[in-house]
Nanobody, 115 residues
Framework: QVQLVESGGAVGQPGGALTLACTVS????????MSWYRQAPGKEREPVAS????????NYADFVQGRFRISRDNAKNTVRLQMNSLKPDDTAVYYC????????WGQGTQVTVSS
């Protein structure tokens, strides 16, 4: 019943921008912190950014600090990841995660950064 659906993955250029969105259904997302993770080919899954239930605070991995911004709109049950100054190393599948009693994961959306 709980579903997280990511969208917005695309091919971007180095230095460009993309925005990912995550829509949550089947659970009251406003109760929970949410996160974005990513997994690049041949690499382990790694956290990218997290945001508190109210959106009052966020934290970021060092490799995206100053480039990416996580936000949420609890009225719309959505979380966004604004990605600026893209690098080829940002190429990965990006996953939305709801940090509930257990973690709920989306299906992922592919981001490719290439010239």
């Amino acid at each position: 019943q709980v579903q997280l659906v990511e969208s917005g993955g695309a091919v971007g250029q180095p230095g460009g921008a993309l925005t990912l969105a995550c829509t949550v259904s089947g659970i009251t997302a406003s109760r929970y912190a949410m996160s974005w993770y990513r997994q690049a080919p041949g690499k382990e899954r790694e956290p990218v950014a997290s945001i508190t239930s109210t959106g009052g605070n966020a934290n970021y991995a060092d490799f995206v600090q100053g480039r990416f911004r996580i936000s949420r709109d609890n009225a719309k049950n959505t979380v966004r990841l604004q990605m600026n100054s893209l690098k080829p190393d940002d190429t990965a599948v990006y996953y939305c995660v709801l940090r509930g009693p257990s973690d709920y994961w989306g299906q992922g959306t592919q981001v490719t950064v290439s010239s």
